[in-house]
C-alpha cells in the first residue's frame, strides 16, 4: 500500500513542479529563448526526453537559477506549489509565517 501513496505523492510533486515550470515560462522569467524551449520540452514529455546536452542546459538554465527555495526561518523546503510566489517574493514557509502572524496578534 506504501508504495501506491509514494507513486501518487511523486506524480503529485512532479506535476506541482510542471506548474512551476510553466509559471517560468508564461511570465517570461526565463529569458534565454533555447533554455525556454528545453523547458517547454521537459514540462511536455519530462525530464527523461532530453538528451544530455539538453540536460546540461537545463541544469544551468533552469534548475541553478530557480532552485527549490528554502523558508528564511526554519530553511524547510517551500513546496513546488507555492514556489514560484516564493521566488518572487521570499520569505517564510507558510508554518512559520503562520507562526509568526499569531505571534504579532497576539503582542
Known sequence: ???VVEDAERK???EDYRDFLRQLVDCDDIQDKSVEGITKL???KGLEALSSKQEFV????VEEKFPQPRCEQCEDLIPWAEAYEHIHSPGKCASCQHSYDRFM???
Do not use: A, L
Open 1 to 3: 500500500m506504501s508504495g
Open 12 to 14: 503529485r510533486e512532479w
Open 42 to 44: 521537459v514540462i511536455d
Open 58 to 61: 537545463f541544469k544551468k538554465g
Open 105 to 107: 496578534e497576539e503582542k
